[in-house]
Nanobody, 115 residues
Framework: QVQLVESGGGLVQAGGSLRLSCTASGTIISINRMGWYRQAPGKQRELVAQ???????NYADSVKGRFTISGDNAKNMIYLQMNNLKPEDTAVYYCKGSRWPMEYWGQGTQVTVSS
């Protein structure tokens, strides 16, 4: 089993920045891909940014140039630096770890961007 815990969400004005953190514990070897997803009210959960199984990164078009995913293997953590936030970035942000066919999710952290 893998446990994922997110932190760092909050309320910020448009144009501001936040940094989300995700700490993984448990059977870390069970995952080979980690990333961030988000879900806005009334919308489906969507990929924001992820590390692929070969170590490359993918970003949603809507966040390219504004968000950066990074990681610290020694601490079993990944981060999401979010700059120039927009009201449409408001959502619950989730950390996901996976190794097909298993998926693990954190409990989510709320990010609210005011205009």
């Amino acid at each position: 089993q893998v446990q994922l815990v997110e932190s760092g969400g909050g309320l910020v004005q448009a144009g501001g920045s936040l940094r989300l953190s995700c700490t993984a514990s448990g059977t870390i070897i069970s995952i080979n891909r980690m990333g961030w997803y988000r879900q806005a009210p009334g919308k489906q959960r969507e990929l924001v940014a992820q590390f692929t199984s070969i170590g490359s990164t993918n970003y949603a078009d809507s966040v390219k140039g504004r968000f950066t995913i990074s990681g610290d293997n020694a601490k079993n953590m990944i981060y999401l630096q979010m700059n120039n936030l927009k009201p449409e970035d408001t959502a619950v942000y989730y950390c996901k770890g996976s190794r097909w066919p298993m998926e693990y999710w954190g409990q989510g952290t709320q990010v609210t961007v005011s205009s």
